[in-house]
């Protein structure tokens, strides 16, 4: 019933910007939360932000706090990332995702998430 397409990935050199961008249709009504997770090569899929829909509160992981900001434009029901100062291990598949369920907590586990989108590719190259 939801459906999230992401864009923005691509080939930057280290030290670049790359901001990441998230459109979800369909029954976007009930959206409590929306995050981004990665997955490189041989890693488990890993937590990287989320931001509360209302209110707009944000957690990152440690591994990009500082460097990454997620936010929300509400009448567009679009979610972005903006990643400054990549580095090489920046580099994986990055997945949109998407909750309709209130949770009190942090939502860093993958399968606290409702939707998925097919993911766009970010390399960091040295």
């Known amino acids: 019933q939801v459906q999230l397409v992401e864009s923005g990935g691509g080939l930057v050199q280290a030290g670049g910007s790359l901001r990441l961008s998230c459109a979800a249709s369909g029954r976007t009504f009930g959206i409590y939360a929306m995050g981004w997770f990665r997955q490189a090569p041989g890693k488990e899929r890993e937590f990287v932000a989320n931001i509360r829909w209302s209110g707009g509160s944000t957690y990152y992981a440690d591994s990009v706090k500082g460097r990454f900001t997620i936010s929300r434009d509400n009448a567009k029901n679009t979610v972005y990332l903006q990643m400054n100062s990549l580095k090489p291990e920046d580099t994986a598949f990055y997945y949109c995702?998407?909750?309709?369920?209130?949770?009190?907590?942090?939502?860093?586990?993958?399968?606290?998430?409702?939707?998925w989108g097919q993911g766009t590719q970010v390399t960091v190259s040295s």
């Open positions: 995702a998407a909750v309709k369920t209130t949770i009190i907590g942090l939502l860093i586990a993958p399968q606290l998430y409702d939707y």
